[in-house]
C-alpha cells in the first residue's frame, strides 16, 4: 500500500472506529464483536506505525500517548463554571421556582430535572471539532490543565461527529468525569492486593485519578464521563437545554438518559423521589438532583451571581442514614473546659466515608435521645459531613445499659466538675491538661500565631511531656527537647522551634484571639485591636469603653473585663510579652484583611455581589466560592444555602451584610 492509499485507509478507519465508538459509549448499542474492533484498531496502529507522518491528535491511536508532567498548567475556563444553590427542603425548591417566575414575568416555565452527579467536573474544549483542551473546576475560574488524562478517557471524543444542529468552531462543554461503583469497587481491590490505600468513594477515586501526573496511570483507571451542558459556544443553534443534550448525544458525547422535561413542583416532587428509591440500584453516585431552566434565553434573563446561576438549583437528598451500635460513650474535654459525650460506634460506613464516632453535644442532648452504651442507633452525616446520632433503634426484649450520666469529675484532671445550663464543665481552667491542650491548639492555630505544624496531636503531647505548663512555656522550647519525642527528629524539630520563633512577632488581633477571651472571636479581636491599637489599652479598658466599641455588648464586655482582671491571666500575659512582639497596629487599607479568606452566599441589598467581591480584593482578602475550614468569614445575605450550616458546622465566622461592611470600613474602605 502506497502512501495515497494508506491516508485513504487512515480516514476511513478514523471514521469507522469512532462510529463504533459513539454506538457503544453514547448509545450503549454496539453492532460489532469486540474483537472485530480490535481488529480495525490494530489495523489503523499498523498502517500509522508504517506512515508515522500520517498520525493526526485526534487518531483513536492517540488516547494514550502523554508524558507525565511535573505539575498541571493552570488554565482559565472560556466561562466561568459556577456552583449550585442547593437545599433538601421543599420549601427551598418553592422559593426557587418562585424567584424564577418573577424574574422572567411569567408562571409559563418548563423546567429540564437530571440526576445530580456526584463525581468531578471538567471542562472541555473543542476546536473545530478536535479536543484541544480539558481542565478541571479549580476555582471555577481557573482550573488545572488535564488535558492528557482526559484524552485516555474512552468517552470523551477526540474529535465531534457532525449533527443535524452544527458544532460552533469553538466549543467549551461540561462534564462530570465519574466512576461506576462496580469498577470502583474492582480498582479499590486491586489497590489493596498491592498495599496500597484505597479511595474511600467513586468521587475521590475519579478526582484522583483526574490528577495524576502521568497520563499512563490514569489510562489505567476505570474513568467515565457525561457531559450536560454548553459553557461557550459561539453560533450555537440550540434554544433549550433539552435541545442542548440532544445536540451533545449527536456530537458523539456520552449524555445522561434520565433527564427528563417538568413544568411544575410537583412533577419535579415526583421525580426527586423517584430518583431518591432508585439511588441505590443505579450504576454510579448521585446526592441530588439538578432542576435547571429548559429556556436558554430565559437563563440570560435572570442571569448569575458570583457564585451560582439563578436558573439552576440543586434539590439535595436528604444524608445517608445507616443502622450501627453504640460501644462506649466517652466524655472529652475541649479548651473552655466543657466536656462533651462522644460516641464510640461500631464502624459503618456513611456515603463512602467510615465513621466511627459521633458527638452526642451535652447531657441534655444525651438524656432526651436516651442514647445508652449497647444501644443500636441511626446515624447520618450532617451535611454530609459531621456524624451524629438521629435516634435510637428499638431492640425488642434486649437489656439495655443503665442510663449515661456525666462524670462528676474531670476525666483529664480530676476536679470536680459544675454544670452551667445544659453543659458540665471542668472549672480547672489553668492546671487541667485537656484545658491547656486545646488552648495551645487554638494560640498556634490559623488566625492566631498561625504555628505551622503544631497541630492537635503536637500540642497534647508537648503538654503531656511536661514541655508546656502554660502558654508562655511553648517559646521557652529548643529542638533537643523535641528530638527525643514521638514523631519528632532532628529537621522536624527544628523546623517547629523555626515556626514558633518566627511567630513571636505577631498582630495584636491575632494575639487577642489567640488567647481565647470568651466571647472574642477573629472580628471582634480586629475590632478590639483596630480601636485600642495596644494591649495595655484594652488591659485598663473599662466595662463602658468595651462597651462603646462597634459590635461589643454588654455581655461580651463583661466577658472581656473579667479577662483581664483574673490575676493568673494577668500572670500569662506578662510572661508571654516577655517573649512576643506585638506589631504595631496601624490604620493602613489594603493590608489587614491579606490572604483571609471570603465565602458570600445570599443576596445582599446594599452592594451587588460583585462590588463586595472588589471591596474584599482591593483590601487584601481572596473570595472564594466553597466554605472549608481555611474561610476566614462567610458573609450571608438573604436566602442563605447550605454554606451556612457548614460554616456553622466547621466554625466558620459568620458575618451579616452590615457586619460586612462595617468589616471594610474598620480595613480602610471608603464608601
Known amino acids: 500500500m502506497n502512501r495515497t492509499q494508506a491516508e485513504a485507509r487512515i480516514r476511513e478507519l478514523h471514521g469507522v472506529i469512532r462510529h463504533h465508538d459513539y454506538l457503544y459509549y453514547v448509545k450503549d448499542r454496539p453492532e460489532i464483536q469486540d474483537a472485530e474492533y480490535d481488529r480495525l484498531f490494530a489495523e489503523l496502529k499498523q498502517l500509522e506505525a508504517q506512515f508515522?507522518?500520517?498520525?493526526?491528535?485526534?487518531?483513536?491511536?492517540?488516547?494514550?500517548?502523554?508524558?507525565?508532567?511535573?505539575?498541571?498548567?493552570?488554565?482559565?475556563?472560556?466561562?466561568?463554571?459556577?456552583?449550585?444553590?442547593?437545599?433538601?427542603?421543599?420549601?427551598?425548591?418553592?422559593?426557587?421556582?418562585?424567584?424564577?417566575?418573577?424574574?422572567?414575568?411569567?408562571v409559563d416555565v418548563r423546567y429540564v430535572v437530571e440526576p445530580k452527579l456526584d463525581g468531578a467536573s471538567v471542562e472541555l474544549v473543542y476546536d473545530n471539532g478536535v479536543l484541544v483542551r480539558a481542565s478541571t473546576r479549580g476555582d471555577g475560574t481557573v482550573g488545572e490543565g488535564i488535558t492528557e488524562n482526559v484524552r485516555t478517557i474512552a468517552a470523551v471524543p477526540l474529535r465531534l461527529r457532525e449533527g443535524r444542529l452544527k458544532y460552533p468552531p469553538l466549543l467549551a462543554l461540561r462534564g462530570e468525569v465519574i466512576m461506576r461503583i462496580d469498577a470502583f469497587e474492582e480498582l479499590n481491590g486491586r489497590l489493596l492486593s498491592a498495599g496500597k490505600v484505597p479511595f474511600a468513594n467513586p468521587r475521590n477515586a475519579a478526582a484522583g485519578s483526574l490528577r495524576q501526573l502521568d497520563p499512563q496511570i490514569t489510562a489505567s483507571r476505570p474513568l467515565d464521563v457525561y457531559v450536560y451542558d454548553i459553557l461557550a459556544g459561539e453560533g450555537a443553534e440550540a434554544s433549550t437545554q433539552w435541545q442542548v443534550l440532544r445536540a451533545l448525544e449527536e456530537w458523539g458525547?456520552?449524555?445522561?438518559?434520565?433527564?427528563?422535561?417538568?413544568?411544575?413542583?410537583?412533577e419535579i416532587l415526583e421525580y426527586h423521589?423517584?430518583?431518591?428509591?432508585?439511588?441505590?440500584?443505579?450504576?454510579?453516585?448521585?446526592?441530588?438532583?439538578?432542576?435547571?431552566?429548559?429556556?436558554?434565553?430565559?437563563?440570560?434573563?435572570?442571569?448569575?451571581?458570583?457564585?451560582?446561576?439563578?436558573?439552576?438549583?440543586?434539590?439535595?437528598?436528604?444524608?445517608?442514614?445507616?443502622?450501627?451500635?453504640?460501644?462506649?460513650?466517652?466524655?472529652?474535654?475541649?479548651?473552655?473546659?466543657?466536656?462533651?459525650?462522644?460516641?464510640?460506634?461500631?464502624?459503618?460506613?456513611?456515603g463512602g466515608v467510615t465513621v466511627s464516632r459521633a458527638n452526642l453535644h451535652n447531657r441534655e442532648e444525651v438524656a432526651r435521645k436516651d442514647i445508652r452504651e449497647g444501644d443500636l442507633v441511626r446515624v447520618q452525616r450532617a451535611g454530609?459531613?459531621?456524624?451524629?446520632?438521629?435516634?435510637?433503634?428499638?431492640?425488642?426484649?434486649?437489656?439495655?445499659?443503665?442510663?449515661?450520666?456525666?462524670?462528676?469529675?474531670?476525666?483529664?484532671?480530676?476536679?470536680?466538675?459544675?454544670?452551667?445550663?445544659?453543659?458540665?464543665?471542668?472549672?480547672?481552667?489553668?492546671?487541667?491538661?485537656a484545658q491547656l491542650a486545646g488552648r495551645l491548639e487554638h494560640f498556634a492555630s490559623r488566625d492566631a500565631l498561625d504555628i505551622d505544624g503544631l497541630g492537635e496531636e503536637t500540642a497534647k503531647l508537648l503538654v503531656g511531656e511536661g514541655l508546656v505548663h502554660t502558654l508562655p512555656d511553648l517559646f521557652a522550647i529548643r529542638p533537643e527537647d523535641l528530638m527525643p519525642l514521638d514523631g519528632f527528629a532532628a529537621k522536624s524539630a527544628v523546623s517547629l522551634v523555626r515556626a514558633i520563633d518566627?511567630?513571636?512577632?505577631?498582630?495584636?488581633?491575632?494575639?487577642?484571639?489567640?488567647?481565647?477571651?470568651?466571647?472574642?472571636?477573629?472580628?471582634?479581636?480586629?475590632?478590639?485591636?483596630?480601636?485600642?491599637?495596644?494591649?495595655?489599652?484594652?488591659?485598663?479598658?473599662?466595662?463602658?469603653?468595651?462597651?462603646?466599641?462597634?459590635?461589643?455588648?454588654?455581655?461580651?464586655?463583661?466577658?472581656?473585663?473579667?479577662?483581664?482582671?483574673?490575676?493568673r491571666n494577668l500572670a500569662i500575659l506578662d510572661r508571654l510579652v516577655e517573649r512576643v512582639t506585638l506589631l504595631e497596629?496601624?490604620?493602613?487599607?489594603?493590608?489587614?484583611?491579606?490572604?483571609?479568606?471570603?465565602?458570600?452566599?445570599?443576596?445582599l441589598e446594599s452592594l451587588s455581589r460583585r462590588e463586595a467581591k472588589q471591596l474584599a480584593e482591593s483590601l487584601g482578602a481572596k473570595v472564594t466560592s466553597s466554605v472549608s475550614r481555611e474561610t476566614g468569614y462567610l458573609v450571608v445575605g438573604t436566602d442563605p444555602g447550605s454554606k451556612y450550616d457548614k460554616a456553622i458546622e466547621l466554625g466558620v465566622a459568620v458575618l451579616n451584610e452590615q457586619e460586612f461592611v462595617r468589616l471594610m470600613r474598620d480595613h480602610g474602605a471608603e464608601f
Open 502 to 567: 518566627q511567630a513571636s512577632r505577631v498582630e495584636l488581633h491575632r494575639f487577642l484571639f489567640g488567647l481565647g477571651i470568651p466571647e472574642v472571636g477573629v472580628t471582634v479581636a480586629r475590632v478590639l485591636a483596630r480601636h485600642f491599637r495596644s494591649l495595655g489599652a484594652l488591659r485598663k479598658a473599662a466595662r463602658e469603653e468595651l462597651e462603646a466599641v462597634d459590635g461589643v455588648g454588654p455581655k461580651m464586655a463583661q466577658q472581656i473585663q473579667q479577662f483581664f482582671s483574673d490575676k
Open 273 to 350: 423521589q423517584e430518583l431518591e428509591l432508585r439511588r441505590d440500584d443505579l450504576e454510579y453516585e448521585i446526592d441530588g438532583i439538578v432542576v435547571k431552566l429548559d429556556d436558554l434565553a430565559g437563563r440570560h434573563v435572570l442571569g448569575v451571581t458570583s457564585h451560582h446561576p439563578r436558573w439552576a438549583f440543586a434539590f439535595k437528598f436528604p444524608p445517608r442514614k445507616e443502622i450501627t451500635r453504640v460501644l462506649k460513650i466517652v466524655p472529652s474535654v475541649g479548651r473552655t473546659g466543657v466536656i462533651t459525650p462522644g460516641a464510640l460506634m461500631r464502624p459503618v460506613e456513611l
Open 585 to 603: 497596629v496601624t490604620g493602613d487599607s489594603g493590608t489587614g484583611l491579606a490572604d483571609i479568606k471570603i465565602v458570600f452566599t445570599g443576596g
Open 384 to 433: 454530609d459531613v459531621i456524624p451524629q446520632v438521629v435516634e435510637r433503634v428499638v431492640e425488642a426484649g434486649r437489656k439495655r445499659a443503665k442510663r449515661f450520666s456525666m462524670p462528676e469529675r474531670c476525666p483529664s484532671c480530676s476536679s470536680e466538675v459544675i454544670e452551667r445550663g445544659p453543659f458540665t464543665v471542668c472549672p480547672n481552667s489553668y492546671g487541667c491538661p
Open 52 to 106: 508515522p507522518e500520517l498520525v493526526t491528535p485526534d487518531s483513536p491511536t492517540q488516547r494514550v500517548g502523554g508524558v507525565a508532567l511535573d505539575q498541571f498548567p493552570k488554565i482559565e475556563h472560556a466561562a466561568p463554571m459556577l456552583s449550585l444553590d442547593s437545599d433538601q427542603t421543599e420549601a427551598a425548591l418553592q422559593r426557587f421556582d418562585e424567584r424564577v417566575k418573577k424574574g422572567l414575568g411569567t
Open 253 to 266: 458525547l456520552r449524555v445522561n438518559d434520565l433527564p427528563r422535561r417538568v413544568t411544575s413542583i410537583p
